[in-house]
Nanobody, 123 residues
């Protein structure tokens, strides 16, 4: 599968962005998905994940209540709605997929990764 993340950009603190992750190669519902981010000089960190069905989601504490993950299996796309953005959300955001889990399971490891999309939050 190939993953293509998009939607990054420059936004002021408190603003919103919506990232998209388009998948090609297999039926989209075959994959659980996740978003990760990597800030300059820092390790890549988990942001959020969603099961293949879309029923199960898991968020990092740092984004709970501000970010929302969703997916549209019919359109083969995943989304990350980011609201109330903070300076510390500045990072390259990556989408990833795991095709080795059950329909309502969380990803346990990611065997596909997309290229990143830059999100920059300014004051």
């Amino acid at each position: 599968v190939q993953l293509q993340a998009s939607g990054g950009g420059l936004v002021q603190a408190g603003g919103s962005l919506r990232l998209s992750c388009a998948a090609s190669g297999r039926t989209f519902s075959s994959y659980a998905m996740g978003w990760f981010r990597q800030a300059p000089g820092k390790a890549r960190e988990f942001v959020v994940s969603i099961s293949r069905s879309g029923r199960e989601t898991s968020y990092a504490d740092s984004v709970k209540g501000r970010f929302t993950i969703s997916r549209d299996n019919a359109k083969s796309k995943g989304y990350l709605q980011m609201n109330s953005l903070k300076l510390e959300d500045t990072a390259v955001y990556y989408c990833a997929a795991d095709d080795r889990v059950g329909y309502n399971d969380y990803p346990v490891g990611y065997n596909y990764w997309g290229q990143g999309t830059q999100v920059t939050v300014s004051s």
